[in-house]
């Protein structure tokens, strides 16, 4: 199945030993065909400017870390989906570098792109939710607020909406440095069991979560996220 699938790892230059463990992760699957390296900007890539944080202190009360490197990443998705927007490809997959995927990702997918609603725009291949989904069938659920962007499956139809908002910084619309998609028209949906994580010992702000919880299980209230950012990044 990701075989037939346009892939793109984002990665930080410096951070060479993500790319080493993303790159065996796709070997040791089986992969035939690589996946393209696209470069994720950091905060040193960007300039901040002194009306930016002011704005952000205004909406979240906090400039740090966290709500820089938002604007560091909704800059390197936005050349992403730029760069998609030109493109004959019909979907991609993302990545981030420091992903685990499932071991069985292929047979998978491949069930959960027969069971997804022939509407969706975004699937969101791992999702940890701050607001109750709604189930649509047995495997699939529809988002309604979710925080995490390890690995996402994007058709074409989302590629101008995506690069729109990227390039009209919200902070309150961010899922742990990406716009929250779900607020601006796009069908999006998750597979009822995650088929990828975060890695444990490379992620910067993730904490390795099990492949076989429910993704019911994984739904929070909607002031956890926020709190957890401040906790995370104060």
Not at 47 to 61: A, D, G, H, R, Y
Not at 191 to 214: C, H, M, Y
């Given at each position: 199945?990701?075989?037939?699938?346009?892939?793109?790892?984002?990665?930080?230059?410096?951070?060479?030993?993500?790319?080493?463990?993303?790159?065996?992760?796709?070997?040791?699957?089986?992969?035939?065909?690589?996946?393209v390296?696209?470069?994720?900007?950091?905060?040193?890539?960007?300039?901040?400017?002194?009306?930016v944080?002011?704005?952000?202190?205004?909406?979240?009360?906090?400039?740090?870390?966290?709500?820089?490197?938002?604007?560091?990443?909704?800059?390197?998705?936005?050349?992403?989906?730029?760069?998609?927007?030109?493109?004959?490809?019909?979907?991609?997959?993302?990545?981030?570098?420091?992903?685990?995927?499932?071991?069985?990702i292929?047979?998978?997918?491949?069930k959960?792109?027969?069971?997804?609603?022939?509407?969706?725009?975004?699937?969101?291949?791992?999702?940890?939710?701050?607001?109750?989904p709604?189930?649509?069938?047995?495997?699939?659920?529809?988002?309604?607020?979710?925080?995490?962007?390890?690995?996402?499956?994007?058709?074409?139809?989302?590629?101008?909406?995506?690069?729109?908002?990227?390039?009209?910084?919200?902070?309150?619309?961010?899922s742990?440095?990406m716009?929250?998609?779900?607020?601006?028209?796009?069908?999006?949906?998750?597979?009822?069991?995650?088929?990828?994580?975060?890695?444990?010992?490379?992620?910067?702000?993730?904490?390795?979560?099990?492949?076989?919880?429910?993704?019911?299980?994984?739904?929070?209230?909607?002031?956890?996220?926020?709190?957890?950012?401040?906790?995370?990044?104060?």
């Amino acid at each position: 199945m990701l075989n037939d699938i346009y892939t793109i790892v984002l990665n930080l230059p410096y951070r060479k030993d993500r790319l080493e463990s993303i790159t065996k992760e796709y070997i040791k699957l089986g992969f035939k065909n690589s996946f393209v390296l696209f470069k994720s900007l950091s905060v040193k890539d960007i300039t901040i400017t002194s009306l930016v944080k002011e704005k952000l202190k205004e909406e979240i009360s906090i400039v740090n870390r966290f709500t820089e490197n938002c604007l560091a990443y909704n800059q390197t998705m936005y050349n992403m989906f730029d760069f998609l927007i030109d493109s004959n490809i019909d979907k991609v997959l993302v990545l981030e570098d420091d992903s685990i995927l499932d071991k069985d990702i292929n047979k998978k997918l491949e069930k959960v792109l027969e069971s997804v609603p022939s509407d969706w725009d975004i699937i969101q291949l791992s999702s940890y939710h701050y607001d109750t989904p709604e189930k649509i069938n047995d495997d699939i659920y529809k988002v309604k607020g979710t925080w995490t962007v390890t690995a996402t499956l994007y058709k074409n139809t989302s590629f101008k909406k995506c690069r729109e908002l990227c390039n009209e910084f919200r902070p309150f619309d961010l899922s742990l440095g990406m716009i929250d998609f779900v607020k601006h028209g796009l069908n999006i949906y998750s597979p009822r069991f995650n088929l990828a994580v975060e890695s444990l010992s490379l992620s910067d702000i993730g904490e390795n979560k099990s492949q076989t919880i429910p993704l019911d299980i994984l739904t929070h209230s909607k002031v956890v996220p926020i709190e957890i950012y401040k906790e995370l990044y104060k």
